[in-house]
C-alpha cells in the first residue's frame, strides 16, 4: 500500500493511499497557543533585575526565576511538537510500504516572513527527516521524494490534465477538462500517491536512479552557487568596509539531494498530458 503525504499550514498533513482513501491530521499549532503563555512570561522576565555583561551585573534570583518559566513554556512546545511529528511518522512508516512526499524548499519557505513561523511549528522539515530514516529503518518501507517541480496542486488526480496556474488561496481544484471538483489538498496527496504506483509498476513517467541527480532539477535550482566566503575573508573584506551585505543572504542552504529518487521531470513534452487538451 502506498500513500502520498501533502503537507500544509491549515492542515498539516493530507494523506491519499493508493486505494483512494482520504485521511487527515489536522495542525496542532502548539506555538500559536503557546504565545499567549509567553508573553506573559516575558514580560515578567522584562520586568525583573536581568544581567548586564558591560556593567558586570548579576541577574536578580528573581529574573533567574521568571527565566526559568519562560524557559519551560518553549521546552513545552518543543516536546508537544516532537511528540505529535514522532506519532505521525511512526504510523505512516508501519503501515504503508511506499510513502511518497513532495520535495519542499522549506528552508527558502522559512525565508517567508508571513509563513516562516507556522512552517517551523508545524516542522515539515523535521518530518521529512523522520520519515527519511523511519522508512530506511523499516526495509518493508521505502520514500519516495516526489521532484520539487512536479506539479502535484496543479495536476487533475482524475484525468491528469495540468493546469497553468493555481493560486494558494483557491481551495478547491476544478478541472478544465473532466469536470472533477475536489479539495486543492486531497488532489495534490492522490497524486502523490499515484506518483508511488508508478514507481513500483515501473512505469515512472521518468527519472531512473542512476540518471536523476545528474540530470533532474532541470532549472538548476539545486545548483546556486554558494555565495558565501570562508570566514577569514570575509573578515578582512569587512575591515575594509568592503563587505556588501548580499553576500551574506545568498547562501543556500539546499542540499544536494543524493539518495532522493526522482520520478518526475520537466524536460520532456510536459509530463502527464490529458488525452483532451
Ligand atoms: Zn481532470
Not at 80 to 89: E, S, V
Amino acid at each position: 500500500m502506498a500513500i502520498g503525504i501533502d503537507l500544509g499550514v491549515k492542515t498539516l498533513a493530507v494523506m491519499a493511499d493508493s486505494a483512494k482513501e482520504i485521511r487527515e491530521v489536522a495542525n496542532p499549532r502548539h506555538l500559536d497557543t503557546a504565545l499567549k503563555q509567553l508573553r506573559h512570561a516575558s514580560r515578567t522576565v522584562s520586568r525583573r533585575q536581568g544581567p548586564d555583561r558591560r556593567m558586570g551585573h548579576k541577574p536578580s534570583k528573581r529574573w533567574e526565576k521568571a527565566n526559568a518559566a519562560r524557559n519551560r513554556v518553549h521546552h513545552r512546545v518543543a516536546n508537544l511538537r516532537a511528540d505529535a511529528l514522532h506519532k505521525l511518522t511512526t504510523s505512516i512508516a508501519a503501515e504503508y510500504g511506499t510513502v511518497v512526499v513532495e520535495d519542499l524548499n522549506v528552508a527558502g519557505m522559512l525565508r517567508n516572513r508571513r509563513l516562516a513561523r507556522r512552517i517551523a511549528d508545524a516542522g515539515f522539515g523535521e518530518i521529512r527527516r523522520q520519515l527519511e530514516y523511519k522508512t530506511r529503518q523499516r526495509h518493508a518501507t521505502r520514500l519516495v521524494v516526489a521532484d520539487r517541480w512536479y506539479p502535484s496542486s496543479k495536476t487533475c488526480s482524475e484525468c491528469g490534465a495540468v493546469k497553468a496556474k493555481l493560486p494558494l488561496h483557491v481551495r478547491t481544484y476544478i478541472c478544465d477538462a473532466c469536470g472533477l471538483v475536489i479539495d486543492r489538498d486531497e488532489n495534490a496527496a492522490l497524486n502523490l500517491a499515484a506518483l508511488a504506483a508508478a514507481a513500483v509498476t515501473g512505469t515512472g513517467v521518468a527519472g531512473d536512479q542512476d540518471t536523476a541527480p545528474a540530470a533532474s532539477k532541470p532549472r538548476g535550482a539545486d545548483r546556486k552557487t554558494r555565495a558565501t566566503r570562508p570566514g577569514r575573508t570575509a573578515r578582512t573584506g569587512r575591515a575594509g568596509g568592503a563587505t556588501l551585505p548580499h553576500q551574506w543572504q545568498t547562501e543556500t542552504r539546499d542540499r544536494p539531494q543524493a539518495e532522493a529518487f526522482t520520478l518526475w521531470r520537466r524536460d520532456g513534452p510536459s509530463g502527464p498530458q490529458c488525452p483532451e487538451c
